[in-house]
Structure formats: structure tokens, C-alpha cells
T-cell receptor, first 111, second 113 residues
Framework: DGGITQSPKYLFRKEGQNVTLSCEQN?????MYWYRQDPGQGLRLIYY???????QKGDIAEGYSVSREKKESFPLTVTSAQKNPTAFYLC??????????FGPGTRLTVL | GESVGLHLPTLSVQEGDNSIINCAYS??????FIWYKQESGKGPQFIID?????DKRQGQRVTVLLNKTVKHLSLQIAATQPGDSAVYFC????????????FGQGTRLTINP
């Protein structure tokens, strides 16, 4: 079963805690992406990676960090420096230059 | 700055009618455009794409039109069905060589029975 998986589906965090969101794909895609979506809004790019061990900041990278140690994995850490982390987080992957395929998302709530 | 916007935030159509969702983009150098459909609580689903060297592309029940002169993109859905109810986003690739997408805020399409 090919696709993109994200876990967990729902995540609750206390203020001041770091949390890591998982994103895995078995589509053999080179590129992976993280987006944030707020209610009633479009998606905003946090980070993206076109190749293993390399990644670039998107439009709203402050307070987030990523790693790309394996082609199939692109975890996102939401740090305590992110002042308003409550949002729906979406991971995507693509063949370079082609459409992005999205995972089911993780809904993060800060308590 | 770079942005993709939509003319109408909501659109209601009768089942069986055709619908048109519009999108304005601001970056004249954008070379690739995508339409996504997002159902509540789910990730966006790819519908159709078009490259800047084309004016029109057709899929199954969907057509995308690109007017580079006025920087306008539209999605036409023929014979709408209840399952078409969702939020539709357009996205433009603002960085050639890397797929850096900028998304619009979305249009909510409601299909009335």
C-alpha cells in the first residue's frame, strides 16, 4: 500500500514542550514538504527537502526544525519557540517538478 | 509579495450543474499550477495541474484554464455531484527548479441536492 503516513493524527502539547510529528512515505519520492494550515486558511510552507541530508526553510520556519536522514522520512519538530503552534500540519512528497501528494495530517493542540 | 488569491470564498451550485472556481495569482514567473480538493479534516487531494506553456488542460469532469495575460486560473467541474463538496485550493510554483508552492485561501464548494 503506497502512500504518505503521518502520526499521530491528534497531538496535545503543554506550553514549553517540544513535540515531533512523523511523516513517512514509500513512494520513493525525492522531495518532501511540511505545511501548516490554520482554520479557514490555505497552506503555508514550513520546510522542504529535495534530497537526503538537505532541506530549506519555507515561509514560516521560525520555531520549527526538521531532519532528512532517510529518503522516506521527514520528521518535523515544533519547538517551544513557536508561539502559536496550534494548527493542522500537513506533510507532502513529490517527484521533483511534479504534483505533491499529501498525507492525512496531524492536528496539534497546545493546552 | 507572492500570493495566490481567490475571487469567491464560497460557491453553491445545484447538483448536476457545472461550477467554476476562480483563482488570481501574482507571480508572473510561476511555471506550474495545481488544483487541490480538501475534505474536512483530511489532507488535500490532487485534482489537476497545468504548466505555463499551456492554456487549457482537461481531466475527468474537470478542466483547468490558464490566462497568463491577466494571471488568472480557473477550475471547471462538470455535472457536479454531492461528492464534489469540499474546499478547493489553487497553488502556484513560485520557484523554478524546486517545487515551492504558494496556496490560495480556498473556495468552499457546496452542492445542493
Amino acid at each position: 500500500d503506497g502512500g504518505i503516513t503521518q502520526s499521530p493524527k491528534y497531538l496535545f502539547r503543554k506550553e514549553g514542550q517540544n513535540v515531533t510529528l512523523s511523516c513517512e512515505q514509500n513512494l520513493n519520492h525525492d522531495a518532501m514538504y511540511w505545511y501548516r494550515q490554520d482554520p479557514g486558511q490555505g497552506l503555508r510552507l514550513i520546510y522542504y527537502s529535495q534530497i537526503v541530508n538537505d532541506f530549506q526553510k519555507g515561509d514560516i520556519a521560525e520555531g520549527y526544525s526538521v531532519s532528512r536522514e532517510k529518503k522516506e522520512s521527514f520528521p518535523l519538530t515544533v519547538t517551544s519557540a513557536q508561539k502559536n503552534p496550534t494548527a493542522f500540519y500537513l506533510c507532502a512528497s513529490s517527484i521533483l517538478g511534479m504534483e505533491q501528494f499529501f498525507g492525512p495530517g496531524t492536528r496539534l493542540t497546545v493546552l | 509579495g507572492e500570493s495566490v488569491g481567490l475571487h469567491l470564498p464560497t460557491l453553491s451550485v445545484q447538483e448536476g450543474d457545472n461550477s467554476i472556481i476562480n483563482c488570481a495569482y501574482s507571480n508572473s514567473a510561476s511555471d506550474y499550477f495545481i488544483w487541490y480538493k480538501q475534505e474536512s479534516g483530511k489532507g488535500p487531494q490532487f485534482i489537476i495541474d497545468i504548466r505555463s506553456n499551456m492554456d487549457k488542460r482537461q481531466g475527468q469532469r474537470v478542466t483547468v484554464l490558464l490566462n497568463k495575460t491577466v494571471k488568472h486560473l480557473s477550475l471547471q467541474i462538470a455535472a457536479t455531484q454531492p461528492g464534489d463538496s469540499a474546499v478547493y485550493f489553487c497553488a502556484e510554483n513560485v520557484q523554478q527548479g524546486a517545487q515551492k508552492l504558494v496556496f490560495g485561501q480556498g473556495t468552499r464548494l457546496t452542492i445542493n441536492p
